[in-house]
């Protein structure tokens, strides 16, 4: 388990993160969102030992990962630029992460080859982007890590090799109760492999929880009133869209309550819609003072 404790992190006076807190469950695929410097990939640097937290505390399994060998040689993590040696091919930098890395298998590097069609003795330098985000999950995966930090991690993949790599990962999740952390500004793609969610914004996290959780808290929907009669009272509306007498709501609350009290306007239409992650996203960044213009529902 993964927990990070009233962390704060402050770059010429700009507080990077701001006494974060939050949870990742062992063997949960957990899902960072936010908008752009909400303090992502400041978090993912601690989480992985790289940065020193100012405050605060980050630790695996009640273990810290600041200057903690033994917790970083359970770790893997892919940035978003993925660096290697200049030189180095595949075969080069998994030989380095083997000498660095106990857990490194030789058999499942092998194995691996089968998913990634490169070519392990060419220099990393020369492939291209998505590539080399293919060669890195080839030797990330290859030291069989219990904790995978993703941040941005199929970026530049065409279709059909990010189902191949998410495909990976989630059977080591299954078979080896890995844990990963991934950080994606591609919210549908999350949705398919989440089964938690944290948003930051403004480096504190707004709310964490899991994703069927999220997803219950926030009602979408269609209703036509007739004529005349507004909408019920008390309700915690987030946002509201109406096109003659249709209204498309977006509301705080359990589905079957929220039904039950709106059905007791006698609505002329009313139909209760699945929120997407991207749409909760949207909505729970308009509490803090996010304004979202025409958004067509």
Known sequence: MIEVKNLVKTFDGFRALDGLTMTVPRGAVYGLVGPNGAGKSTLLRHLTGIYRPDAGTVTVDGAPVWENPAVKRRMAYIPDDVFYFRSASILDMAKFYA????????????KLK?????????????????MQKQAAFWLAMSMAPDVLVLDEPVDGLDPVMRRQVWSLVMADVADRGTTVLVSSHNLRELEDVCDHVGILDHGKLLLERSLSDLQENIVKVMIALPEGQALP????????????????LILRGD??????????????????VPLTLEEIFIYELGGVDYEVKNILL
Not at 114 to 130: C, N, V
Not at 258 to 264: G, R, S, T
């Open 99 to 110: 000498g660095v890395c106990p857990a490194f298998d030789w058999e499942r590097y092998d």
């Open 114 to 130: 089968k998913a990634f069609d490169l070519d392990e003795k060419q220099p990393i330098r020369r492939f291209s982007k998505g």
């Open 233 to 248: 009272q008390d309700l915690n509306i987030l946002h509201d869209q109406a096109t003659g007498r249709m209204h498309t």
């Open 255 to 272: 589905a079957d309550t929220l039904e039950a009290y709106l059905a007791a306007a006698q609505p002329q239409y009313m139909d209760l």
